[in-house]
């Protein structure tokens, strides 16, 4: 067993993260940042195409409350009016900062360059460029975390758990992947930085490993999760023709500069069906267009694969190359020349709104333990505009790192390997009971498959108190079988002890988004219900997750927080 | 609403070689569906899923060459399995043979100073 201390240990090295490890140190912490795929690789930042919200005012004017208002409109009435007040002011902020480390935010005259995206009433989604903002971020985030002397950076660590000794955090249980070995880090402070969870669904768009760790880690400390029913989908990922080395999100980037058309199988435009708008106009919110093409699916009128036609064919060659140069010898590559062929497109799980349950400081309500990033719920309530979740990564991240920091600095260690038993005594007993060799191999994997089907056909887009139903009776089974299964007896690199952990996670995090969608009997922002297709004026709260004694969640309403604090 | 469709029941044989240091290493060949168009990885995520879930392989950003933690070595050329098409009549897939071996398709790729053994033999230097 490896024994490590620190004043504050952040799990997850995406943006969050790292922006996180930053602010503890240069607020004074020592900090352990591990992340159990490599530092800044894995996560959803490196992943991000292109547009960072932010109210900068360089080209014209704008202000952090525009920004805010566009935000909780979007929002469907249940942001937290606080965090989503915090996000659009220090947005600013941070891209500055930013800009003063060279990350390269796109210039035009001098000033950063900001493009309109969808839901906005200002052009203020700044970029690096149009599909590598998320690398040059994720880069530049990793120089700095670099350059902060105090943060030891730990990739291949896997955290299972965070240590509460009497109602207060005192550090961590994990283990070393390289070779298997469990680890302890006994920390004052824990900031859960591990991303959303849309590897629970059989379309995502996201690392591997994000798989609902965060939520999971914060429910078993005992900490409050909300809105948990608002996994959002990203209406246009890449569907057909097979495409490599390129992110399923990648039509994004080309809408905000070419417009591009949408049609159905019969070569008809549907958006004003749901209440969007057609021709070339990007404007329709995420949730909206999600709807519309899962209503054209459901009618029949998808193509063969289940998506709609997105079309760039009315753009001439030059206009396409001027804009996208490279990328369209890429899509060569690929077979695709978009002066000549549409392609098709449908919803992927993108994001999630929901998260653990914070205050402005990022505190949850177990003395120690924060959050940051897009594992936090509220600050953007049951839709999210484009362009606000990396902004999230580094506001959140900056104010978990600096008040943990503030925290966690001076006071005294009080591990105690009691507290960290039955996390132990679970690793131990993974790690020492043999495989069944002559069982199935691939049990877990399969498991998985069940999994993200199971929440892409009956969680998904559309929703019916039947389906969920069903959905949460199976999940429930899943947790208890999972219970009996074992990981294979490797020790070096052991993916199918991983497997496990991740499982865990996401079997508790599915359960959390299934009991939650079952108790919202209306339509909201990403949230669908064909059973209840209006929005409800009566349902304008948040919803609560728990864990109860028994390993069950539980769930109760609490009124949606208004106003802003100075 | 699922992944694209295929109307063929064909196959596409993948031989993984296996074992970690100490060990003779040895190849597991699977036959896996095929979909035109597919990548290395889609094959090996499809073993772990259907076949064998413990090949030990490293990858997070999933076909979006973003994160380049996946590099292998396909028919003795290193590659990203990402990019990498699967061939139809057979691809052979190894480690990357300039990097240690921690097992099967995994390689020590992480800097020094981000592994927790090399970290840990530092502190105990100072």
């Known amino acids: 067993m490896i024994h490590l201390e620190t004043d504050v240990l952040v799990v997850g090295a995406g943006g969050a993260g790292m922006y996180a490890a930053i602010a503890a140190a240069r607020n004074g912490a020592d900090v352990i940042l591990a992340d159990k795929s490599m530092i800044s690789r894995g996560g959803a930042t490196i992943m991000a195409q292109m547009t960072t919200a932010a109210a900068l005012g360089d080209e014209e004017p704008d202000s952090w409350e525009k920004h805010l208002a566009d935000t909780l409109e979007a929002g469907r009435g249940l942001c937290n009016e606080e965090l989503s007040a915090i996000l659009c002011r220090e947005a600013i902020d941070r891209i500055r900062e930013m800009d003063d480390w060279k990350v390269g935010w796109a210039r035009k005259d001098g000033k950063i360059t900001g493009v309109m995206a969808p839901g906005h009433s200002v052009p203020r989604c700044v970029y690096v460029d149009f599909l590598n903002t998320g690398p040059a971020v994720a880069k530049c985030l990793r120089t700095q975390v670099a350059r902060a002397e105090t943060v030891t950076r730990v990739s291949g660590l896997a955290i299972n758990d965070v240590v509460v000794d009497d109602g207060v955090v005192t550090g961590a249980v994990g283990w070393n992947l390289e070779d298997e070995t469990p680890v302890t880090i006994a920390a004052n402070a824990v900031i859960i930085a591990a991303g959303g969870l849309t590897r629970l669904y059989q379309r995502n768009s996201a690392s591997v490993n994000m798989n609902g760790d965060g939520y999971a880690m914060a429910l078993r400390a005992g900490a409050d999760l909300i809105d948990m029913e608002f996994p959002q989908f990203f209406p246009i990922g890449h569907l057909a023709p097979r495409l490599v080395g390129m992110d399923p999100i990648m039509w994004d980037p080309f809408r905000y500069k070419l417009g591009g058309r949408l049609f159905n199988a019969e070569g008809e435009e549907f958006l004003h069906r749901y209440g969007g708008e057609d021709a070339e106009k990007y404007t329709t919110t995420r949730d909206i267009i999600s709807y519309g093409i899962t209503k054209e699916h459901e009618a029949g009128r998808t193509t063969e694969n289940g998506g709609v036609h997105l079309s760039f064919q009315h753009i001439p060659e030059d206009k396409l190359r001027e804009a996208f140069g490279p990328v369209i010898d890429k899509l060569a590559a690929n077979g695709i020349d978009l002066t000549k062929n549409t392609v098709e497109v449908a919803p992927i799980a993108h994001y999630h709104m929901g998260g653990i349950r914070v205050n402005g400081q990022m505190e949850t309500s177990i003395p120690g333990l924060y959050g940051a990033g897009e594992v936090v719920g509220g600050a953007n309530g049951a839709n999210r505009l484009s362009g606000n979740a990396i902004p999230e990564a580094f506001v959140f991240g900056e104010r978990a790192g600096r008040f943990a920091a503030a925290y966690a600095r001076g006071r005294n260690q009080t591990w105690s390997d009691a507290a960290a038993q039955e996390h132990l005594d679970l690793l131990n007993s993974l790690i020492s009971r043999q495989s069944d060799t002559a069982g199935d191999k691939a049990a877990l994997g399969e498991m998985w498959f069940e999994l993200q089907n199971l929440m892409w056909e009956k969680v998904g887009v559309l929703r019916t108190g039947e389906k969920l139903s069903a959905a949460l009776a199976r999940i429930r089974e899943m947790r208890t079988t999972l219970a009996e299964m074992v990981p294979a007896d490797d020790t070096e690199f052991n993916m199918t002890l991983q497997d496990w952990y991740d499982l865990r996670s996401a079997l508790l995090t599915a359960e959390s988004v299934t009991l939650a969608a079952i108790n919202r009997t209306e339509s909201r922002g990403a949230h669908q219900r064909e059973d209840y297709e209006q929005m409800d004026p009566a349902q304008v709260h948040n919803q609560r997750l728990r864990l109860g004694e028994d390993g069950a969640v539980l769930s109760d309403y609490l009124p949606v927080e208004k106003g802003v604090a100075a | ?126």
């Open chain 2, 1 to 126: 609403m699922s992944a694209p469709v295929t109307n063929s029941d064909k196959t596409a044989p993948i031989t993984i070689q296996r074992g970690a240091p100490g060990e003779d290493p040895w190849k597991e060949t699977y036959d896996v569906p095929w979909r035109p168009g597919m990548s290395v990885l889609d094959a090996i995520v499809w073993v772990r899923t259907h076949a064998d879930s413990s090949v030990a392989f490293r990858y997070s950003c999933v076909n979006a060459n973003a994160c380049k933690e996946c590099m292998v070595a396909v028919n003795g050329k290193t590659v990203y399995a990402c990019t990498e098409r699967l061939a139809e009549d057979g691809t052979e897939v190894g480690p990357i043979t300039n990097k240690t071996l921690i097992r099967d398709l995994v390689t020590d790729i992480v800097p020094p100073k981000e592994n927790l053994r090399t970290i840990l033999a530092e502190r105990a230097k100072d």
